[in-house]
Every structure is written in structure tokens, then in C-alpha cells.
T-cell receptor, first 113, second 114 residues
Framework: GAGVSQTPSNKVTEKGKYVELRCDPISGHTALYWYRQSLGQGPEFLIYFQGTGAADDSGLPNDRFFAVRPEGSVSTLKIQRTERGDSAVYLC???????????FGQGTRLTVV | AQKVTQAQTEISVVEKEDVTLDCVYETRDTTYYLFWYKQPPSGELVFLIRRNSFDEQNEISGRYSWNFQKSTSSFNFTITASQVVDSAVYFCAPTTGTASKLTFGTGTRLQVTL
């Protein structure tokens, strides 16, 4: 596809469970970002990949959150022992380079019950 | 530390009116980029414009124009002859540093009615 693809679009999970959220960026984009957006708020930065490496993970809220991008393309955001406070829309974006516009996916709405 | 302020929480206009969305960005950085994004009810963030801190020339692109004044830390965005399809939440977001991560404001909800 031409745009950033995120799966699933919706995920409902029970408190304490493990979840994985997938992001397929635009082909050729070396930069990949994860953001989290709570209701009525602007997106908040979680982690940035340049190629395969996490160049900036300063936005991850705690060690229950982890993300990988093993081949420099698809990325997976992993959340362990989910809590109700993790409920939000998780957005992925990719960019062709530094300080260039970022293209966002539709997001994954995570609901922890 | 940097701070992004979008003081307007919600704006309602009638179609064909012009509307300006305000953004104030405070930073000690001398080099940065400023972006505006739109988030329609469908939820997907859409890139609108990008500006760097070295260029204060105001520009117009179709119905969009923007006014960047470094001295007042303001980066305002104007929609001319608004349309119902412009109804969305608009975010101002600067980037700094090598990560180019966006720092979003709280957004301004624009409602355009007939």
C-alpha cells in the first residue's frame, strides 16, 4: 500500500495481558515513530527508529513497553502486563528523513478492560 | 525545555469565513522546524505545512497561509474561505534534535457549519 498501515485497528484486551501492535511504514522511509494519543489530547512521542535501531526511546512510559524494528521496515510495539491506563490510540508514523514531514497511520485503538 | 501553546480550544465558523489558528512555541533552540497537522473525525493525522526557524517569509498555498514570527514565537495558520470539510482538530507541532520527534500542542477543534 501507499500509506502507513497499522494492525489491528482495534484491540480489546484484559488487564495483565500482553499485546503486540504492528506498523508497516511507507516503503523506503528510514525513520519510524510511535506515538500515543489519549482522548482529547495531542499525540505524545514514545519511540523513534532510524533504520533498525531505536535512536530515541525517551518517551516510553516504563519497562512494560518495548518496540522493535528488526529489518528496518515493519515495527512492533509490545506492551506487557497491560493496565487500564494504557488504553489509548497508538499511532505509527514514518518519514523519509530528518525534519521531514511524517506520515501517520490510522492508529490502533487499544482498550484494556 | 520547549513549550507549545494552542490557546484556542474550539472555534466555530460559518462556511466561507476565514479562520486563523494560533500557536506559540517557546524554546531556547535556535534551529527547529514547525509543522501543522490536521486530524479529521476519521482520526488519521494529515500533514499540512512545514516551516524552518530560519525562514520567516509568510507563504500561501491554496486556501492555506501561515505567518511565522520568530520574535514572538508565533506560528499561526489561516484557512481562507473555510469549508465544512475543514472541520477537524488542528495541531501545531515543532521538532528539534536529531530524532525530529514532534511535540504536539493540545490542538484546536475547528467546526465549520453551513
Amino acid at each position: 500500500g501507499a500509506g502507513v498501515s497499522q494492525t489491528p485497528s482495534n484491540k480489546v484486551t484484559e488487564k495483565g495481558k500482553y499485546v503486540e501492535l504492528r506498523c508497516d511504514p511507507i516503503s523506503g522511509h528510514t525513520a519510524l515513530y510511535w506515538y500515543r494519543q489519549s482522548l482529547g489530547q495531542g499525540p505524545e512521542f514514545l519511540i523513534y527508529f532510524q533504520g533498525t535501531g531505536a535512536a530515541d526511546d525517551s518517551g516510553l512510559p516504563n519497562d512494560r513497553f518495548f518496540a522493535v524494528r528488526p529489518e528496518g521496515s515493519v515495527s512492533t510495539l509490545k506492551i506487557q502486563r497491560t493496565e487500564r491506563g494504557d488504553s489509548a490510540v497508538y499511532l505509527c508514523a514514518s518519514s523519509p528523513g530528518t525534519n521531514r514531514e511524517a506520515f501517520f497511520g490510522q492508529g490502533t485503538r487499544l482498550t484494556v478492560v | 525545555a520547549q513549550k507549545v501553546t494552542q490557546a484556542q480550544t474550539e472555534i466555530s465558523v460559518v462556511e466561507k469565513e476565514d479562520v486563523t489558528l494560533d500557536c506559540v512555541y517557546e524554546t531556547r533552540d535556535t534551529t527547529y522546524y514547525l509543522f501543522w497537522y490536521k486530524q479529521p473525525p476519521s482520526g488519521e493525522l494529515v500533514f499540512l505545512i512545514r516551516r524552518n526557524s530560519f525562514d520567516e517569509q509568510n507563504e500561501i498555498s491554496g486556501r492555506y497561509s501561515w505567518n511565522f514570527q520568530k520574535s514572538t514565537s508565533s506560528f499561526n495558520f489561516t484557512i481562507t474561505a473555510s469549508q465544512v470539510v475543514d472541520s477537524a482538530v488542528y495541531f501545531c507541532a515543532p521538532t528539534t534534535g536529531t530524532a525530529s520527534k514532534l511535540t504536539f500542542g493540545t490542538g484546536t477543534r475547528l467546526q465549520v457549519t453551513l
